[in-house]
């Protein structure tokens, strides 16, 4: 199976998990479910919860449920997309290629249907079938790191703060550390947490996920640059207009290149114990990095 074919399954599975789990549009009270399901079945590439699948696969051969615990953390990625794209803070009018929830269903109802993907990410964790000890783990994951102390949220605030602030290294790395690397690491801890993994699996899966966060956001910071809004169905150029701190505004165009590519070679190095095992995850490591839109 070629990885297009591979990621098409992956991403069918988690939208199976999440039509499942996300009330449907006829449920009381019919527009924050319209709302919610709005934004999240627009047609995501659904990276976070392919690559927690992905890294329960790589520890155990029968992970059963893994798309549920995955599809949690979906939920807290696009409640952060709605929030993100509100006139508050980015201020968007386009959002994986379409208008952004703020545009369709107003200020009021995407703010509370962030909200409720946000709880409904933790109802989830609570109802896995997994024990308590391993709920216990996967909600410390994934609420730490979605915080505010080296979470996304956290790394939100300092790229608000940071926007029109000369751009250092320093502050680039407290942004994106947080921001997108946070939940992309754990990403891969909660699928091997989910999947029993030992200490050493665990490290070696973290170690894969800090470097593939920062290849991401490197790529991420360079299509913003590159790319028309139709490829990136999000408005271009963004970062540049409102002056944020990105690895392009740091580093140039051709070092950040050179960046992600490293990260990327790290992301496989981090893998090696893992032999044939984790030859998926290597692959949407290049994904990550070779990826246009």
């Known amino acids: 199976m070629t990885l297009t074919e591979y990621l098409a399954v992956q991403q069918a599975k988690v939208d199976e998990a999440l039509t499942c789990w996300v009330p449907p549009e006829h449920v009381a009270p019919e527009t924050i479910h319209k709302a919610m399901r709005y934004s999240l079945f627009a047609g995501g590439k659904r990276v976070r919860p392919i690559l927690c699948m992905e890294a329960a ?7 059963e449920g893994i798309e549920s615990a995955a599809c949690s953390l979906e939920l807290i990625h696009t409640y952060s997309l709605i929030h993100d794209d509100l006139p508050a803070l980015d201020n968007d009018d386009l959002r994986r290629g379409r208008p952004t929830c703020h545009k369709v269903f107003g200020d009021a109802m995407a703010i509370l249907a962030g ?5 409904l990410a933790f109802q989830v964790l609570s109802q896995i079938h997994r024990s308590p000890e391993i ?3 996967l909600i410390e994951e994934l609420s730490t790191a979605s915080g505010t102390v080296g979470g996304m ?9 940071g ?3 000369f751009p250092t290294a320093q502050l680039l790395e407290s942004i994106h550390r947080a921001k997108t690397g946070a939940l992309l690491r754990a990403s891969v801890r909660m699928g091997a947490i989910y999947a029993n993994a030992g200490e050493e699996q665990l490290q070696a899966l973290s170690d894969y996920g800090v470097h593939l966060g920062l290849a991401f956001q490197i790529v991420d910071d360079i299509l913003d640059v590159e790319q028309p809004s139709e490829a990136l169905g999000k408005t271009a150029g963004k970062d540049q207009a409102q002056k944020k701190i990105t690895f392009p505004a740091v580093y140039g165009l051709e070092r950040s290149r050179v960046m992600a590519e490293e990260e990327r070679l790290a992301a496989h190095l981090a893998l090696r114990a893992f032999d044939e095992r984790a030859e998926r995850l290597r692959e949407l490591a290049d994904f990550v990095v070779y990826r246009r839109a």
């Open 57 to 63: 696969y790589t520890v155990s051969d029968f992970p």
């Open 115 to 119: 909200d409720a993907l946000l709880t």
């Open 153 to 161: 949220i956290g790394g939100q605030v300092n790229d608000l703060e």
């Open 135 to 137: 709920k216990i783990r």
């Open 163 to 165: 926007e029109g602030k």
